[in-house]
């Protein structure tokens, strides 16, 4: 039911408020659902961690106000430097899989009869479930029937638990970690691939440029945009390496495994913890160390776009 | 069109009104009996107390064993059921101290449950008060390849000599003494209860749970080392850490392991992967200290009335129901475990006799579970240090060390 249409009579009238600001709030309207959402689930919960740090808490009774002792009894916990070294280890290693998917993109990038189905398998464990993965090489390393101990054996080597030992343990992890990762690093540069310039190529190659050298003149420097997103997906990979450490060993063996997160985790949510306020704390010291690699991130994007 | 809607509004009224009548008469379960013997059990359960309240409608939530450990807390305080199953002991402290479980002593008294359920009286009562019915318990001990040790020409072991003697000879013989897995931990504080209710009793057990002694005690130590002969003479399974539980299952089943340090829930699997139960026996942890008076470990599970429960007549006829010896009786046979009233009887088969014997001439006290006797932080450190012990037992005073830093914590 709307009004017939009239033609207007009136002369062209005072424009109203909204007319006069309408290029000016559009966009804020259009952004205001995402802005509410980011407020409610990100902003304000941080501001709420920070808060529940200075609190002991159980999550049920009472919070009673402890100051900054979450932070000093932190500082004294053994497990906490053992989950802080492992996120460093975490953080070293995974850069692994973007050299590791280069690679395999090189290798891939081919037209060879049925490359399609080869591209396909090499991507396959991205595709599966992190519990999955972690399941897999938990069986890959079991010192009884595993296969890596079984691979072992005809070198005469004896059985390594790698899952129970807490000086291999972080590593073995790490390395299942690494299976999906590369495949994902590799599929971004495949796509970053097709989309070098072949007239450089084939101008490099009248300059008798080859191999290596071609390699790292002519092509890494066209897949710079996709190695920045491989660094950035290596890195939130390597930080969100929970699910794997929680099939794989459950942070043990006494605790060797443990990655912030993880801690974190155990401390406020599993069977034994309910300790909001230390789980909090954690929660803030693992900000605290992703803000340096957000601020660096958000840096070079500024950098970036004014660079255009 | 505005009337019809009108009409359909003063239909959905009323039917709301009929429904919150009915309301009065519906009864909300919440369990984590999600496995198929404790569901068949509380399917009969449920149907039994129903055909006796015709009255009453009974909606059971069934929520998945792990899950249900975070989700207690939440529906505790936002969208109480009329009852939900829990563990005795302290694990429910944190429930009490939050005033989230109702107190039962009435129905206690009403129906003389004092006298019947006398044996979990101790681990039901908190501040003086009783906090909700259990209905059912199981022993611990040790389950043993009963073939292998007559092959062996090892006997019953009665006291720890006997013991380290007979693993000696089951290590000579190419045989893991006691297969174990400590991947979840949970194992090794078993392992830790029983040397510990056997070289310093339960009084101690219990001072120690409370935060009254100190982990760097000699005592502890003794315990310690107690512990160390076994660990030192490779009577564990080899990197027990591992595995869960059920992986360490297989050595057993396969004859590569004689002993398990475990709870009678253990029998079911181990007999079907095939073990008869003339292959599999069960005894008493040997002696380690004879002045100590033998106690036991049974874990008891238990039904609480939460503090925000609507319909908390219902919830009490429920569980005076539950109390009764021939329910109990019935759940138990069908749960595979022993029943709390001491009228009901005890299943025929022979593990469950044993332990119900075991159980009845305790003299010495009935433990829960070093996770359930433990407040849930000092467990935690425990059972990672005994993990942790058991694979570097040269590590023994830095990590009763650490545990005596998480009790200076714990216990403020």
Known sequence: ???????????????????????????????????????????????????????????????????????????????????????????????????????????????????????????????????????????????????????????????????????????????????????????????????????????????????????????????????????????????????????????GPWGSSRVLAFYMYEQAFSEYGFRMGYGAAIAVVLFLIMMIYITGFLYKMYRDERGR | MLYTSLKLTAALAASTLISSAALAGELVINTDTSDPAPKAAFEALIKGFEAENPDVTVTWNLFDHEGYKTSIRNFLTADSPDLANWYAGNRMLPYVNAGLFEPVDDVWEENGLKDSLASSVGSMTIDGKIWGVPYTYYQWGVYYRKDIFEEQGIAVPTNWDEFKAAGAKLSEAGITPITIGTKYLWTAGGVFDYINLRTNGYDFHMALGKGEVSWTDDRVKATMNNWKELIDAGFFLENHAAYSWQEALAPMVQGDAAMYVMGNFAVAPLREAGLSDDQLGFFQFPVINPDVPLAEEAPTDTIHIPANAKNKEDAKKFLAYLARPEVQTEINKTLGQLPINKNSEVGEDKFLQAGYEMLSTTDGGIAQFFDRDYPAEMAKAGMEGFQEFMVKPERMDAILERLEKVRARVYK
């Open chain 1, 1 to 251: 039911m709307t009004a017939p249409a009239l033609p207007d009579t009136h002369p062209p009238a005072q424009k109203t408020w909204w007319q006069q600001n309408q290029q000016r709030l559009a966009p804020w309207l259009f952004l205001a659902p995402g802005i509410f959402m980011f407020m409610m689930y990100v902003i304000i919960p941080i501001f709420q961690s920070v808060n529940i740090s200075f609190y002991e808490w159980d999550g049920l009774g009472e919070a009673t106000w402890v100051g900054a002792d979450n932070y000093i009894e932190l500082m004294d916990d053994e497990a906490f430097y053992t989950s802080l070294k492992n996120n460093v280890i975490w953080l070293v290693l995974y850069m692994l899989a973007i050299p590791g998917g280069l690679l395999v993109a090189l290798f891939l990038n081919q037209t060879v009869r049925g490359i399609r189905i080869y591209k396909s398998l090499f991507f396959f464990p991205f595709v599966i479930s992190q519990v999955v993965v972690g399941l897999v090489f938990a069986w890959f390393y079991d010192p009884n029937f595993g296969l890596m101990n079984i691979a072992l054996g005809w070198f005469g080597i004896e059985p390594i638990a790698v899952l129970a030992n807490e000086d291999y343990v972080t590593y073995g992890i790490i390395a299942a970690g690494l299976w999906p990762q590369t495949a994902y690093c590799m599929i971004l540069y495949l796509t970053g691939l097709n989309a070098v310039d072949p007239e450089q190529i084939e101008a490099a190659r009248l300059d008798n440029a080859k191999g290596v050298k071609m390699l790292w003149y002519v092509i890494l420097p066209q897949l710079r945009p996709a190695t920045f997103i491989a660094v950035v997906v290596t890195v939130i990979g390597a930080l969100r390496s929970f699910d794997l450490i929680s099939i794989m060993t459950d942070g």
